[in-house]
Every structure is written in structure tokens, then in C-alpha cells.
């Protein structure tokens, strides 16, 4: 902990969100995607959505990161690009990659809930780094736990764009509709993608070794390891073809 009372107390908040979250997802399928259903609310324009949403991690981060006296540190600047990496990419590229039905929206519920998270995501995590971890100078460069977190989150990173680029190419032009896919990490889960992204912001959270970053992970986990269960069940219903021998988010085990 900081000392910082809001600092403090928001990262508690996401530890006791992360329980809720999982605990209410388990049972209740968020409503986007192949779960989309009424009775959620007004909706917002999905590609509009998902850059109001995803955008404040972005910006907030940067924001609260420039405020620290140690921004100008090299182990800080690496987090820094490998935040912003992801959620550049997220915020204001990946909206206008997915292929979208004409007219289709997402209860904005989903999105506000989704955007506050992401601020006060941004904010603990940028604020970490340069304000609350003195650790972070040049000797972290060599440390083991910064090489390898970089390793993972590269490898998350690289499985979740692979993934993403494999769903995005399943529908030719015109084309509706689920189909199964194959190739990459689809030969072992459901949802490689989401296991990419729970390895990119474990990496992150090994190579800052921060309790922020441990939260990102608890709340990731807690939205896309029950998201991941529904969907794998969903294929297996709708497809009587599909692959027995995968699991839902991490091979061999769930």
C-alpha cells in the first residue's frame, strides 16, 4: 500500500470488484457479442462504445504518469510504451478493425462500466509506476523479474493480435454469421485471445511488480475466464463438430 488514501482505497476497490464481478458473471452472461439481449438499456454504436471505453486507460495512464518524478526512467519508459502499446491499439485502431453489423449497439450499461473501470485503471497503474515504485531505475533493467515479465507480455501480446486476426478473417465480405476457428492458439482453447490478454497483463504486473498491476490481472481474469466458459459452451452447442480436445481459456486445464 501507498499511504495514499484514494490511491489505496481504489486499489482495494478493484480487489473487491474483481469478487463481485466473477461472482455475478458466472451466472449472468454480459450482454455483447453472441450474447447480446434487450431488456439491458439503451445502446450505443459499437465501434463509438468501444473507443469511449477503452480510450481513458489510455489517456489516464499517460496523464497520472507524467505527474511522477521518476518519468524519465528507463524501466518506467518501457512500461510506459508497453501500456500504451496495447491500448492505443485497443482504444483507437482495434474499433475500426471488427467487422460490424449495420446499426448494431451495445447496451451503453456495458460501456460505462466499462470506461470507469479503465480510468481507474489508468490512473493506478500510471501513478505507480513514476510516483510509488523507487525500484523502477536503471539497476530493474537487468533484474530477472523485468526480463521475464517483458517476455510474457510480448508472447500475450502476440497470441491475443494472432487470435484477433484470426476471428476478423473468418467471415469473407458480406458474410454473416459464427464459424469455428482454427490455427494458432484455437488448436488448444476456445478463447486465445483472452488467455493472450491475461498473459500480456501478467507480464506487465511481474515486470512493474506492483500491486496495481496484480489488480489489472484480478479483473481480467474475473471478466474473461467466465466469459470464456459461456462462449466455449456456446460453440459447443451450436456446432456439433466442434474440436472435443479443447478447453475453454487454458489448455489442458479449464
Same mark, same amino acid.
Not at 500500500?1 to 481504489?10: E, K, R, S, Y
Not at 501513478?127 to 513514476?130: A, G, L
Given at each position: 500500500?501507498?499511504?495514499?488514501?484514494?490511491?489505496?482505497?481504489?486499489l482495494l476497490g478493484v480487489f473487491a470488484a474483481a469478487l463481485i464481478t466473477i461472482l455475478v458473471l458466472l451466472f449472468v452472461n454480459?450482454? +455483447?457479442?453472441?450474447?447480446?439481449?434487450?431488456?439491458?438499456? #439503451?445502446?450505443?454504436?459499437?465501434?463509438?462504445? =468501444?473507443? %469511449?471505453?477503452?480510450?481513458?486507460?489510455?489517456?489516464?495512464?499517460?496523464?497520472? +504518469?507524467?505527474?511522477?518524478?521518476?518519468?524519465?526512467?528507463? #524501466?518506467?519508459?518501457?512500461?510506459?510504451?508497453? =501500456?500504451? %502499446?496495447?491500448?492505443?491499439?485497443r482504444a483507437f485502431i482495434y474499433p475500426f478493425q471488427i467487422k460490424v453489423k449495420e446499426g448494431a449497439k451495445t447496451p451503453l450499461l456495458v460501456f460505462v462500466m466499462g470506461s470507469t473501470y479503465c480510468a481507474i485503471n489508468g490512473y493506478l497503474n500510471g501513478?505507480?509506476?513514476?510516483h510509488y515504485a523507487p525500484y523502477l531505475n536503471n539497476d530493474w533493467l537487468t533484474d530477472p523479474r523485468f526480463i521475464l515479465g517483458i517476455a510474457l507480455f510480448a508472447y500475450g501480446y502476440y497470441l491475443?493480435?494472432?487470435?484477433?486476426?484470426?476471428?476478423?478473417?473468418?467471415?469473407?465480405?458480406?458474410?454473416?454469421?459464427?464459424k469455428v476457428p482454427h490455427g494458432g492458439g484455437f488448436r488448444w482453447v476456445t478463447m486465445p485471445?483472452?488467455?493472450?490478454?491475461?498473459?500480456?497483463?501478467?507480464?506487465f504486473a511481474l515486470a512493474s511488480w506492483s500491486l496495481a498491476g496484480v489488480s489489472?490481472?484480478?479483473?481480467?481474469?474475473?471478466?474473461?475466464?467466465?466469459?470464456?466458459?459461456?462462449?466455449?459452451?456456446?460453440?459447443?452447442?451450436?456446432?456439433?463438430?466442434?474440436?472435443?480436445?479443447?478447453?475453454a481459456i487454458f489448455p489442458k486445464l479449464l
Open positions: 500500500m501507498t499511504g495514499n488514501p484514494v490511491f489505496d482505497t481504489l454480459a450482454p +455483447y457479442g453472441r450474447h447480446q439481449k434487450g431488456g439491458w438499456g #439503451p445502446g450505443i454504436p459499437v465501434r463509438i462504445g =468501444w473507443v %469511449l471505453m477503452e480510450s481513458p486507460a489510455s489517456i489516464l495512464f499517460l496523464i497520472f +504518469y507524467l505527474t511522477g518524478d521518476n518519468r524519465a526512467a528507463l #524501466p518506467c519508459l518501457i512500461l510506459l510504451f508497453m =501500456w500504451q %502499446l496495447h491500448y492505443v491499439h501513478s505507480y509506476i513514476t491475443n493480435k494472432q487470435s484477433d486476426s484470426i476471428l476478423r478473417n473468418l467471415r469473407k465480405e458480406g458474410e454473416t454469421g459464427y485471445n483472452y488467455l493472450g490478454e491475461i498473459l500480456t497483463w501478467s507480464g489489472f490481472v484480478v479483473f481480467t481474469m474475473a471478466n474473461l475466464v467466465p466469459r470464456a466458459l459461456a462462449n466455449h459452451k456456446w460453440y459447443r452447442e451450436t456446432f456439433t463438430d466442434y474440436p472435443s480436445a479443447r478447453k
